[in-house]
T-cell receptor, first 109, second 114 residues
Framework: QKEVEQDPGPLSVPEGAIVSLNCTYS??????FMWYRQYSRKGPELLMY????GNKEDGRFTAQVDKSSKYISLFIRDSQPSDSATYLCATLSGYALNFGKGTSLLVTP | DVKVTQSSRYLVKRTGEKVFLECVQD?????MFWYRQDPGLGLRLIYF???????EKGDIPEGYSVSREKKERFSLILESASTNQTSMYLC?????????????FGPGTRLTVT
């Protein structure tokens, strides 16, 4: 079983919609949970991270971790065409990151 | 404000050639990583290094080797390139302890082996 599972999509939504991206993970010892964003022909960049359980908000983005169900979520409010990208969830294990396969998101004007 | 650079954006090599991919970071990071990214398979870790001359195998090290002679530079070597090594290769770096969750990625090298 892969450490982090993520539905690859693609996901297509109209501008202004609320987007929900989700992952599950297998190892209950993980403490750091990240969301990376990757634009076409670029390397991934850290969008947000959460330590342990709970929510973290940054502008239109909210990251949520539920350790009881081993579930990681990213919510995007008022989605914009500039949010079109691939979103990768990740967990930290030692020095290395375990990435999900990424969800491709397209926000249409 | 370039932080992680990779030697080539696009590379075409023939089967059996020895291929060098180079990565340089200017953030004085201890850890450096090489990934490959393929459609449907996501990012997969090939090797990482936590210090000069130190290396650890990742999930898919077969067919690859690495070299880290200086802190800022991490090289990926394909000893004898094969067509199944056609892929996007991404280098990343991070601090060893604090901030290990934030990896800084280079722009990637798209390698085609014919």
């Amino acid at each position: 079983q892969k450490e982090v599972e993520q539905d690859p999509g693609p996901l297509s939504v109209p501008e202004g919609a609320i987007v929900s991206l989700n992952c599950t993970y297998s190892n209950s010892a993980f403490q750091y949970f990240m969301w990376y964003r990757q634009y076409s022909r670029k390397g991934p960049e850290l969008l947000m991270y959460t330590y342990s359980s709970g929510n973290k908000e940054d502008g239109r983005f909210t990251a949520q971790v539920d350790k009881s169900s081993k579930y990681i979520s990213l919510f995007i409010r008022d989605s914009q065409p500039s949010d079109s990208a691939t979103y990768l969830c990740a967990t930290l294990s030692g020095y290395a990151l375990n990435f999900g396969k990424g969800t491709s998101l397209l926000v249409t004007p | 404000d370039v932080k992680v650079t990779q030697s080539s954006r696009y590379l075409v090599k023939r089967t059996g050639e020895k291929v060098f991919l180079e990565c340089v970071q200017d953030m004085d990071h201890e850890n450096m990583f090489w990934y490959r990214q393929d459609p449907g398979l996501g990012l997969r870790l090939i090797y990482f290094s936590y210090d000069v001359k130190m290396k650890e195998k990742g999930d898919i090290p077969e067919g690859y080797s690495v070299s880290r002679e200086k802190k800022e530079r991490f090289s990926l070597i394909l000893e004898s390139a094969s067509t199944n090594q056609t892929s996007m290769y991404l280098c990343a770096s991070t601090q060893r302890k604090t901030g290990a969750y934030e990896q800084y990625f280079g722009p990637g090298t798209r390698l085609t082996v014919t």
